[in-house]
């Protein structure tokens, strides 16, 4: 059965809730799949809930909006509003969107798993104004299918949803004149596009709560496989995996879009490149199952 996004609302009551709901620390609130009473719709208005994830009504909800067949032409809305509202300085409503943030990586991993074989072709989904939610929702989705290909278990795939959606949350605090730079960017300028991933993992876990495990891969996916990336010239398997699965994905949708600076690549041209910077940029075992995908 299929998941949908629904806006709160009295009709939601007496529906089936469509994922796990945690509360800001973490822990299982609701289970999927539990009805939804006026109780509960009191409770998720009271904690600022505007939408919800519902099961699926079969035929009869192929009219909504929100529902699961355009799951990942919709997740970049709500990634956006999501990430507005974990980057002001107020810990209660930040902890809220993490939740709201969990339930958007289920129900892509739900998505991924129920519905696609193949990675899907994501080329045509971007657009420059809303590029960094577009991009981070690609990584998430690319990254599920590495994991797959790892048997990772359940969990772990969720785990590393969460890590691509959030990977560069700190992008959120880059000046954006200099994000959306047609000509190449000065020495300090790039200083500050780097401090991305510190800000953005800094944040993420003071403001947010996010555990390591989902936030390691937002300040390593820049290191490089050979120790020459940053901010800590790590290599290797020093790297944490996740970071290196995300340090693919990440160039690899970065590279099949248009930026302001130039034009997107042929996907052959992304997973050829991919296959000469394997044991430079990229882990190679990785680079091979990664490209295995499009191939
Ligand atoms: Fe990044």
């Avoid at 796990?20 to 609130?29: E, K, R």
């Avoid at 505007?50 to 009504?57: A, D, G, N, T, V």
């Avoid at 970071?243 to 590279?255: K, Y």
């Avoid at 034009?263 to 199952?289: K, W």
Wanted: net charge negative.
């Amino acid at each position: 059965m299929g998941v949908e996004v629904h806006q709160l609302g009295n009709e939601v009551v007496g529906r089936r809730l469509g994922q796990n709901l945690y509360n800001p620390a973490g822990n299982l609130l609701l289970r999927k799949g539990v009805e939804i009473t006026p109780r509960y719709l009191d409770y998720f208005q009271d904690s600022g809930y505007q939408s919800i994830f519902l099961l699926s009504q079969g035929v009869s909800s192929e009219g909504s909006r929100f529902n699961s067949d355009r799951l990942l032409t919709t997740a970049p809305y709500i990634l956006k509003k999501v990430f507005r509202k974990m980057r002001i300085d107020d810990t209660v409503r930040a902890a809220q969107a993490k939740g709201d943030l969990l339930s958007l990586a289920e129900a892509i991993l739900v998505h991924v798993q129920n519905r696609l074989e193949k990675p899907p072709q994501l080329l045509e989904l971007k657009r420059q104004g809303d590029y960094l939610y577009q991009h981070c929702v690609n990584v998430a989705v690319y990254s599920i299918f590495i994991g797959r290909a790892k048997n990772y278990s359940d969990q772990q795939l969720l785990n590393l949803a969460i890590a691509g959606l959030i990977h560069d949350f700190g992008m959120e605090f880059v000046d954006g004149d200099i994000v959306n730079k047609k000509d190449e960017l000065g020495a300090e300028e790039f200083e500050q596009v780097k401090q991305h991933t510190t800000k953005g993992f800094t944040h993420l876990v003071h403001n947010c709560a996010f555990d390591g495990i989902t936030t390691v891969a937002s300040v390593q996916h820049h290191e490089r496989f050979d120790g020459t990336g940053y901010p800590k010239r790590l290599h290797g398997n020093s790297i944490h995996e996740f970071s290196r699965i995300i340090t693919l994905t990440d160039f690899f949708d970065a590279w099949t879009s248009d930026r302001p600076h130039r034009r997107m690549h042929s996907l052959s041209d992304a997973v050829a490149y991919i296959q000469e910077e394997q044991g430079s940029i990229f882990d190679p075992a990785l680079a091979q199952s990664f490209t295995r995908l499009f191939t």
